[in-house]
């Protein structure tokens, strides 16, 4: 916009707003690397002691793989889930269908601390708090929506030529959706997943409510951590957490280029 | 709300069984949905009218019992006061602090624009425990921020485990969601309007009072109310930068959900949470027919 040039002032302002918004996530790489006792900016001294504390930390550890264990499941039963859902109410569209797009998207809707208590009570009485099979279910309820709305706008936007080419050639339903349909629908599958895996591998406050001393996960610890204590643990730990978020993004954006994914 | 894929013309299959398959595809979602959110959900409102026995016990007859006593009880009064009013804050500040940069956004264009629209969203893929440790670290008392007020020349205030920490942190925390509804809503916002005005002779100021606001104001109520609604239900954030001195809902539900295992009372407080989310978005429908007339 060359005859509009932003003021100066303009742009300082929005550079230190920008800090602002930028200094927590930021802050937690220098930290990681402290070697100090206690959390403290800028750190007395410099080591790695603290990436070897969080390998030698068995509950972290543990709790890490949880939660990538956990991520997987729930994403792959997220997509088995959703795909034939948002077939049915996006293709098939039968009578209800926006009602019950609705009511499946709902639980976004909910705040997570309603959410989780919600789900912790009627779990108690099923024997499922605590269990893999329950954190399982409570991560669905969230990532379910996330799969559905990507997946039938994915599946909206498609050209309905191919697949009536297909029927008319005489190919039965099945073939037309796994050999036409579901090809078609990729960029919206990759963005699905990692939208999944996002949303549950980072998923706090109905955990919070559904893990105990059997089975937790990496951001329960964390939280519960950060609560009893302040050290630079939490540091090495963030930055393992945003390096696997980032590694899901640049995957998807080698893929199919992150706009392509995300903003369709 | 509506897909607009969804209103798009559908080939129909030939069987006559349509409605058959489609059960069968949506009975696993149906499934999920009906125990992990509606069955929970219709159980939480229910408890919410049960009583509490001792021990965590819970009785079965119907009673309103939760709900007086929350209305009567003057803690849970001025919870209720300091929770809307931190969140009213907290919406505030995020809206100033958002606002400079949304418009900025908006006026930039090309690789620089998509760099700054990624630095915006980047916050939202790190875990608010992340976000709210950084937060700890910056405003504790030794903190850099507390060196840069003292280098200042200034006595640092106390910003930890009080409502100055929450409102700093959850601000920071809520900045993106604001950001991405002001830009989302300043699609009105023509160069050309602006250009016009100071054409005529008005000035930077009275530009943006009388022709940038106004336009933008469709944007500023979707950002408000989803960062009310935000606010009021954040746990994170107030449980680790309160240190269990600022008392709000979200962790007051916890707190009586887990530690006292008063299950009915943080179900009652619950439904007050879905019904604050229910007035804000009376009020926020109200503010957007306000706006449409003008």
């Known amino acids: 916009m060359a005859d509009n040039p932003t003021s100066w002032s303009m742009r300082v302002i929005v550079g230190l707003l920008f800090l602002f918004l930028l200094a927590p996530v930021l802050l937690v790489f220098p930290i990681s690397f402290s070697g100090d006792d206690v959390l403290a900016f800028p750190p007395n001294s410099w080591s790695l002691r603290w990436y070897e504390e969080l390998v030698g930390n068995s509950v972290l550890m543990s709790a890490f793989l949880t939660s990538i264990g956990l991520a997987v499941v729930v994403t792959a039963l997220s997509l088995i889930i959703a795909v034939p859902a948002s077939y049915a109410i996006v293709r098939l569209k039968v009578t209800g269908s926006e009602f019950l797009f609705n009511l499946f998207t709902a639980p ?3 705040p997570t601390i309603v959410l989780g208590l ?7 009485s099923m024997g499922l708090l605590a269990t893999f099979t329950g954190l399982v279910i409570g991560h669905l309820v969230i990532t379910l929506p996330y799969a559905l709305r990507v997946l039938s706008v994915s599946l909206g936007n498609l050209n ?7 029927s008319t050639l005489g190919a039965r339903p099945l073939v037309v959706f796994l050999r036409i349909t579901l090809p078609m629908m990729a960029s919206g599958i990759v963005a699905a997943t990692a939208l999944c895996f996002l949303v549950s591998f980072d998923e706090v406050v ?12 990496l951001p329960v610890e ?3 951590h950060v609560e009893s204590q302040a050290d630079p643990l939490v540091a090495s730990a963030s930055v393992l957490l945003i390096l696997m978020t980032l590694a899901v993004v640049v995957t998807v954006d080698r893929t199919m280029g992150l706009t392509k994914a995300f903003i369709k | 709300m509506t897909v607009a894929a969804l209103d798009l013309p559908i080939a129909a299959p030939k069987s006559s069984s349509r409605a058959g398959i489609a059960t069968v595809l949506l009975l696993p979602i149906a499934l999920v949905n009906a125990i992990g959110f509606l069955l929970p959900v219709l159980n939480l409102a229910k408890m919410s009218f049960n009583e509490a026995l001792a021990g965590g016990g819970i009785g079965e007859a119907f009673t309103t019992a939760n709900w007086t006593g929350l209305l009567q009880d003057q803690f849970y009064l001025e919870l209720l006061v300091n929770s809307v009013t931190v969140s009213l804050g907290i919406t505030i500040a995020t809206l100033l602090a958002s606002y400079p940069i949304a418009l900025y956004l908006h006026r930039a264009s090309g690789m620089w624009r998509t760099f700054l629209t990624v630095l915006v969203i980047s916050p939202l893929m790190t875990s608010a425990v992340v976000r709210t440790y950084g937060w700890i670290a910056l405003l504790a008392e030794q ?3 507390a060196n840069v007020i003292a280098a200042m020349g200034f006595q ?9 920490g929450v409102v700093i942190g959850l601000t920071e925390i809520l900045m993106p969601y604001m950001i991405l509804s002001l830009m989302a809503g300043f699609g009105r916002l023509d160069p050309k ?11 930077p100021f009275k530009t943006f009072w009388r022709i940038v606001l106004p336009l933008t104001l469709p944007g500023i109520a979707l950002g408000c109310l989803l960062c009310f609604v935000l606010a009021i239900s954040s746990f994170i954030t107030p449980k680790l930068m309160g240190g269990g001195r600022v008392f709000l809902l979200a962790t007051e539900i916890y707190d009586q959900a887990i530690v006292t295992l008063n299950w009915p009372l943080a179900a009652t407080l619950s439904m007050l949470v879905l019904i604050i989310f229910g007035l804000a978005l009376a009020v926020y429908s109200r503010v957007l027919q306000m706006i449409d007339q003008g």
Request: aromatic residues 8%; contains cysteine.
């Open chain 1, 108 to 110: 976004l809707l909910l």
């Open chain 1, 118 to 124: 919600a789900i912790l009570i009627i779990f108690a």
């Open chain 1, 160 to 166: 309905l030529a191919c697949e009536e080419a297909a």
């Open chain 1, 206 to 217: 109905i955990t919070l409510f559904l893990t105990g001393p059997r089975i937790t996960t």
């Open chain 1, 222 to 224: 964390l939280f519960h």
């Open chain 2, 143 to 145: 903190g850099p921020v």
């Open chain 2, 156 to 164: 640092p205030p106390r910003m930890m485990f009080n409502t100055t």
């Open chain 2, 193 to 203: 309007i602006e250009e016009a005005a100071q054409t005529l002779g008005a000035t």
